[in-house]
């Protein structure tokens, strides 16, 4: 390689220089024919593929939803007296959208202290309402009127912060009737998750428990709302429609509200429940449950003071009209059915009673620890005996007592509409024994169950549709609350008793409030009443007292159940007389004043 061709030409450098100016040349017609087709291609898929979405966020922006809550139902008596209704009251609702970071922490210190409720359950309501931000988001309900004072002058430091006039649950008789009604209240979040599919809204009221729950349905309605324009402050500026809310529907109930007062007035006193039903049809007049509550609480956020309050008493939620005890010997008509029904002891049957009944080395005792002597069916009944109807028992078995126990009734839900409330109690049999005891049936197992002892359990509910049946002439009615046009009488069960059993009973329970146990109910001033008193042992507590009864006797249109939990005594002589004032307050007659 020669010296001279190692020198730079003078050419290159303009060489280099005009090659970069064409790769600049055809970089910038490049980015000029590019750029545009990129912008549209953009524009396309913005308007085309995502405009539904970037519209609805540019929407939410400048509408707002404002939902309309519908008018709960109303809940009237057998007479159209209010029972439940729907009253004005004041809520306060959040509008998130227009919520700006930097206020947001004294807008919620601020709601937080004047509503009483701590900041961390607001933001939970707001955590878990739909993701619309267009949609108003209750945070409280039925606002005291300090409570509105407060969010008015301080509306200035609360943006988006709205009080509205709505709906509250309203009881007008308090505590009367609490546990047939139950009460309302907003839906949880499990709820909300399970039934926003069927239209509830996250702030919806729904029926807790009783009525209210039973026949959510048809009290309920539909949610309405509006729609309107609103600016960047969220002020508004137009109407855009609006779907009016569809009230709820009327509810009107078999409850005599007089004759639930009458009732749970005559309770007061004791724990227990008290059952009135006809026996024609299985309407029920009264279905009273001590203690009770004030289902207006709910209506409003619980203080601790209310809820205090509510502990002091026992199970006040708690309907024991639905709930099982043992039946004691309102459960000897069950036996005295099986005896005669049977044929092994048919109605003309004469026993000897005992000081008590030894079965298996075991004593059962007769409650006067003498006997009756030699008795038959009417004078067992009348007088409670224990050995006589040990004696049916343990000769008809435990596989007759559980067949009739079961036709009455006992053992199964009763088909009221409260059904989830409703216990079955418990009926038990030489395979059901077998099964959760692996042991066999005795005879005391038998003597024990034809007593309503061991390990029986009924309903005051169930007790009634058994002393119905004996009013009714041998049926077992469907209890039921609500008041409509079906035909009642038509769904009745007839249970085939022979005639002779059927009179042979009802003699007997006559002869209870003649001479037997129920003296107490022989007052000249009602109509002939006939009935069946029950004390059963409840260790480690007092005894638990029973009256079933029903009138008049020749024509029944009543029966009246009265159960007092522990309440010590005899069912003749604790439980009678407060089945006796609710006679007298259903035949509207009272005692006449003696004068001296």
Do not use: C
């Not at 809520?91 to 900041?119: D, E, H």
């Not at 569809?246 to 749970?264: F, H, N, R, Y």
């Not at 939620?317 to 005890?325: G, K, M, V």
Request: no cysteine.
């Amino acid at each position: 390689m020669s010296l001279l061709s190692q020198i730079p030409s003078k050419s290159r450098p303009a060489e280099k220089y005009f090659g970069k100016r064409d790769k600049l040349f055809w970089l910038i017609l490049l980015v000029t024919l590019l750029l545009p087709g990129l912008i549209v291609t953009r524009l396309v898929y913005l308007q085309l593929i995502e405009g539904d979405y970037y519209q609805a966020r540019a929407e939410s922006g400048r509408t707002r939803i404002v939902p309309r809550p519908p008018v709960r139902g109303s809940i009237f008596d057998r007479k159209g007296r209010i029972l439940a209704t729907s009253k004005l009251s004041h809520s306060v609702y959040l509008w998130p959208v227009v919520q700006k970071k930097p206020t947001w922490p004294a807008t919620l210190q601020r709601l937080s202290t004047i509503l009483n409720i701590p900041k961390s359950k607001i933001l939970e309501k707001i955590e878990q309402s739909p993701d619309n931000a267009s949609t108003l988001i209750r945070i409280a309900r039925n606002l005291t009127p300090a409570q509105i004072t407060a969010l008015e002058e301080h509306a200035d430091e609360l943006l988006g912060v709205e009080v509205d006039v709505e709906t509250s649950r309203f009881y007008p008789n308090q505590e009367t009737a609490s546990h047939v009604l139950g009460f309302t209240g907003e839906l949880s979040p499990k709820q909300y998750k399970r039934l926003r599919s069927n239209g509830y809204h996250m702030s919806d009221v729904l029926g807790k428990s009783g009525v209210e729950a039973a026949f959510e349905p048809q009290l309920r309605g539909q949610w309405g709302g509006l729609m309107m324009e609103v600016d960047g402050a969220g002020r508004v500026k137009k109407l855009l429609g609006q779907k009016k809310a569809k009230p709820g529907q009327d509810v009107s109930l078999t409850i005599d509200l007089e004759l639930q007062k009458a009732s749970e007035n005559a309770l007061k006193n004791y724990k227990g429940a008290i059952v009135v039903l006809d026996p024609r049809d299985g309407a029920i007049l009264t279905m009273a449950s001590n203690p009770g509550y004030d289902p207006n609480i709910f209506s409003h956020p619980i203080t601790k003071e209310i809820w205090q309050n509510l502990q002091q008493k026992s199970n006040p939620f708690l309907n024991r009209s639905l709930r099982a005890f043992p039946p004691a010997s309102t459960f000897k008509i069950v036996t005295q059915t099986a005896g005669m029904e049977s044929g092994k002891f048919p109605p003309n049957t004469m026993l000897n009673t005992y000081p008590y009944l030894r079965v298996a080395g075991t004593n059962f005792g007769e409650w006067n620890k003498a006997g009756f002597g030699f008795i038959g069916y009417i004078t067992a009944l009348s007088m409670s005996s224990n050995t006589f109807h040990g004696q049916i028992g343990r000769g008809v078995g435990g596989s007759n007592l559980d067949k009739w126990a079961k036709l009455y009734g006992f053992g199964q839900k009763s088909a009221i509409e409260l059904s989830d409330e409703e216990s079955t109690g418990l009926i038990p049999s030489p395979g059901w024994k077998k099964k959760y005891y692996k042991a066999n049936w005795s005879d005391g197992d038998s003597v024990n169950m034809s007593i309503g002892q061991g390990f029986v359990q009924a309903t005051p509910l169930q007790v009634a549709m058994m002393f119905a049946a004996q009013a009714n002439g041998g049926y077992r009615v469907i209890p039921h609350l609500l008041k409509d046009q079906r035909d009642f009488l038509s769904k009745r069960q007839d249970l085939n008793l022979k005639p002779s059993t059927l009179r042979t009973i009802r003699s007997g329970l006559r002869g209870v409030i003649i001479n037997g146990t129920g003296k107490a109910l022989d007052v000249p001033y009602l109509p002939p009443i006939a009935g069946k008193s029950g004390t059963a042992e409840a260790p480690p507590g007092p005894s638990h007292t029973w009256f079933g009864a029903f009138a008049p006797f020749d024509k029944p249109e009543i029966v009246v159940v009265v159960f007092a939990e522990h309440s010590g005594g005899s069912g003749g002589h604790t439980a009678g007389p407060i089945a006796l004032k609710v006679m007298e307050s259903y035949f509207h007659k009272q005692a006449p004043v003696t004068k001296f």
